[in-house]
């Protein structure tokens, strides 16, 4: 299989003198495709990536400049592919690499990049590596690609040290020798089928550059890197201490023996070589959860990464004085490294934001409450176009397009998340965020796939499918459309590192970018303010009064100057 390139895009930062990075990365709006989620081709009952090839049109009218698509390689599913058994190959749920090549090269014929998940802190215990490593047993080569270790106590039976994993339960399973007898111990952050890597070790540095190159001549235009902030350990894996239990969603402090280690830098430099070798701006995106927006700064030095999540604006609540308190602090980590801020509302891992918005502020990325769904779409639809107005790079989750909701009264019987399973660790209600989206109005899956969707779907998914929003002025789906139209147009709109703040009635945001002004309401009242301008866009019906115009609750409006 040969390269296949999009045409370069270029873009520029405004402000960001002395670091000339440009690239499309700077101003893309980033599509995340949740492939057993999105479109089922085959009938399974799963969605798989002939699916999402039929799909790429949606994608290209709906405005999005990349396709980043979650885990695709074989792998057991013990956590919905991010146990990774062998990183060169589909997972026949979702089919096979002349699918993967022929779904990258479609998306390049309709302009859109690709962007595959790489998962390098951890593998599956089915990954052949691991494999060996047990069946061969204590002075096997192999286990020092891992974090094998004796246990504490007189026989070994204690963990050799308090680590607790992000499911739940300790970060160590024993294992059991050939000849039968207890083993070693080896640590898994995750759940017990992820073993973590040892970065330590060069062989695991020279695969994951191997692995690289592998997907880089496939054609793919970058990676988004899983748990990036969890490769390098802390020398000798010292105990947590106190501190207790740190879960992924929730930072830490700064010194986690296991989280945001300065070591992980050397291999994101290492990375960014291989990048830069390839043609059309290949780039690479950091899941990494750090405790300060400065800290996540690193990953994204101009000689690292080019993109990191931006945690800490989709951790925020719908409540003016701290949105305005994020993004400043988000701009101004961002700029002197010459890298583009990101912002994300929803993804995977979290309660989709028109439920988390749907209740009082402080519920957290994650909520079991439906909330007032009226409430909930309104400051979804008005987070939506505050955060397509910012500098930088957006993130959409499939679905939010349409405004679903996340489906929190899923059936115990039908949860399939691991860390549901497992107590005390991350809030093990995922699913309800990963329900296959709606296509059709009407249909066993909605329009998913002709044999049924392997979560299942509520009765209400019809009324928020595509087939029902798409040419509705008034739907969510429309607005997005609309949205990613204008801010491809709008001259004022995309890559950027700084915006102006106007002044404002207390609860609401007003900030120009040139030719452009951005009004936002988060109280739960309407406010008159000036007119900016020529209403270009609003996330609710409003009116305008000569130089004033009133601006409903919950409501963001784009005016053109």
């Known amino acids: 299989m040969t390269q296949h390139l999009a045409a370069p895009l270029t873009g520029t930062s405004d402000d960001a003198p002395g670091h000339p990075r440009t690239g499309w990365w700077q101003d893309a709006v980033i599509y995340q495709v949740y492939p057993r989620s999105f479109a089922d081709g085959d009938g399974d009952g799963m969605g798989d990536l002939d699916g999402v090839r039929r799909r790429l049109p949606y994608l290209r009218d709906l405005g999005v400049d990349a396709v980043w698509l979650s885990p695709f390689y074989a792998s057991p599913q013990a956590d919905a592919g991010y146990d990774v058994a062998d990183y060169r190959a589909i997972d026949p749920m979702f089919g096979t690499l002349l699918d993967a090549d022929a779904l990258i090269r479609d998306a390049h014929e309709l302009g859109l990049r690709i962007i595959v998940d790489l998962v390098p802190n951890h593998s599956s215990e089915e990954h052949e590596w691991f494999k060996r490593a047990l069946r061969e047993g204590p002075g096997s080569a192999l286990r020092e690609r891992y974090h094998f270790l004796p246990g504490k106590g007189a026989d070994g039976e204690l963990p050799p040290n308090d680590w607790e994993s992000i499911f739940g339960g300790p970060a160590w399973t024993r294992t059991t020798d050939p000849d039968g007898t207890p083993g070693d111990w080896y640590l898994h952050l995750f759940a017990p089928e992820q073993p973590d890597f040892n970065w330590d070790h060069p062989a695991v540095a020279d695969e994951f550059r191997s692995i690289l190159r592998f997907w880089l001549d496939m054609g793919v235009d970058g990676f988004r890197v899983d748990v990036a902030h969890g490769l390098v350990k802390a020398p000798g894996l ?24 300065d070591g992980v830098h050397e291999i994101y430099r290492q990375w960014r070589t291989i990048l830069d070798e390839y043609p059309g701006d290949r780039i690479a995106v950091a899941e990494a959860w750090t405790p300060t927006v400065e800290r996540t700064a690193h990953y994204v030095r101009p000689d690292e990464l080019h993109q990191a999540f931006n945690f800490q604006y989709l951790s925020t609540s719908w409540d003016g004085p ?14 002197p490294v010459g890298a583009p ?7 995977h891992d979290v309660t989709r934001h ?22 909930g779409l309104r400051r979804a639809r008005a987070a939506t176009l505050l955060m397509l107005a910012l500098p930088g790079s957006a993130y959409i989750y499939q679905g939010e397009e349409l405004g679903l909701p996340d489906v929190t009264d899923l059936p115990d019987e039908a949860r399939q998340d691991p860390s549901y399973f497992r107590a005390d660790g991350q809030d093990g209600f995922r699913d309800g965020c990963r329900v296959p989206i709606p296509w059709a109005r009407e249909g066993s899956s909605y329009g998913f796939g002709s044999g049924g969707s392997w979560l299942p779907q509520p009765d209400s998914w019809g009324a928020l499918s595509v087939e029902a929003q798409t040419g509705d002025p008034g739907s969510t789906l429309e607005l997005y459309r609309t949205a990613l139209r204008v801010r491809a147009e709008h001259p004022g709109l995309g890559a950027g590192s700084a915006v102006e703040w106007l002044d404002a009635p207390e609860g609401v945001l007003v900030f120009a970018r040139p030719g452009f002004v951005c009004t936002v309401n988060t109280t739960g009242r309407a406010v008159r303010i000036p007119a900016r301008g020529a209403l270009l866009l609003a996330s609710a019906p409003m009116t305008t ?14 005016w053109t100057v």
């Open 238 to 261: 010292p105990d947590l201490g106190p501190a207790g239990q740190v879960r992924l969603l929730g930072g830490g402090d700064g010194a986690t023996p296991f989280f945001d280690q």
């Open 322 to 335: 701290a949105l305005r308190e994020v993004i400043e602090v988000s701009l101004a980590a961002m700029r």
């Open 341 to 347: 801020a990101t912002w994300v509302l929803s993804n």
């Open 354 to 375: 028109a439920t988390r918005f749907a209740g009082p502020p402080g519920c957290g990325t994650q909520t079991r409450e439906a909330g007032d769904r009226e409430l």
């Open 545 to 558: 009064d000569g130089a004033e115009a009133v601006l409903p609750a919950d409501t963001t409006a784009w």
